[in-house]
C-alpha cells in the first residue's frame, strides 16, 4: 500500500496569506485545505507577523505535512514591500522549522510555469488549472488562496514520485497519466 504524503503550500503575504495542503498517494492528488489568512484588519505589523506564525504552525499540528512549499517574493520596486514580504515568509519558514518540517521555495515564476505551463500565466489562469488538476467543485474566494495551492502543487511536480517511480513536471505529464482529470 502507498504511503500518503502531504503537503503544504503557502503565498507570504502581510495582508493575506494564501495556503493549501495536498495529499498524495501514489499518483492521486487530494485537495485536505485551501484558505486565506487575512491581516488587513491588523495596524500592527509585527502582530500580523505573529499570526503568520501561529496561524502556520496551527495548520501544520492539524494537518502534519512532510513538506513546506513557499512562494519565495519576487524583486520588486518597492523596497519596503518587499522586506515586509521577506518578513512574512519568513515567520512561515521558522514555524516550519520549529516543527522540524522541510522546506522548498519556489519562485512565482516557476510555480506558474510548472502549473500552467507558461510561466507568465496570470492567477486566473493559475486557478483555472488547479481546480482542473484537482477536480475542485468551485474557485476558491481568494486567489491568495489557490496561490498558495499552487506552491504544494507545483512542489509535488518538482519532488514527487508516485509508486511506479514516474516523476511528473508538470501538468501535462500529470494529465497524461491521470486522463481521468481531463474532465
Not at 115 to 130: D, F
Request: proline content about 4%; some cysteine; charged content about 20%.
Amino acid at each position: 500500500m502507498a504511503k500518503e504524503r502531504i503537503i503544504l503550500g503557502i503565498d507570504p503575504g502581510t495582508t493575506i496569506m494564501g495556503y493549501g495542503i495536498i495529499s498524495i498517494i501514489g499518483s492521486q492528488l487530494e485537495l485536505l485545505a485551501i484558505g486565506m489568512l487575512k491581516l488587513n484588519k491588523y495596524d500592527d505589523h509585527y502582530l500580523r507577523l505573529k499570526i503568520i506564525f501561529e496561524r502556520t504552525v496551527s495548520l501544520i499540528d492539524q494537518y502534519k505535512p512532510d513538506e513546506l512549499a513557499i512562494e519565495a517574493p519576487f524583486f520588486g520596486k518597492n523596497v519596503q514591500s518587499m522586506l515586509k514580504l521577506g518578513r512574512a515568509q519568513g515567520v512561515a519558514i521558522a514555524a516550519a522549522l520549529s516543527r522540524s518540517i522541510p522546506i522548498f521555495e519556489y519562485s512565482p515564476r516557476k510555480i506558474k510555469q510548472s502549473i500552467t505551463g507558461k510561466g507568465n500565466a496570470s492567477k486566473e489562469q493559475v486557478a483555472s488549472m488547479l481546480g482542473r488538476l484537482l477536480v475542485l467543485k468551485e474557485t476558491p474566494e481568494s486567489l491568495d488562496a489557490t496561490d498558495g495551492l499552487a506552491a504544494a502543487v507545483c512542489h509535488y511536480f518538482q519532488k514527487g514520485k508516485t509508486v511506479s517511480g514516474q516523476k511528473f513536471t508538470g501538468w501535462k505529464s500529470f494529465l497524461s497519466a491521470n486522463p481521468e482529470r481531463l474532465g
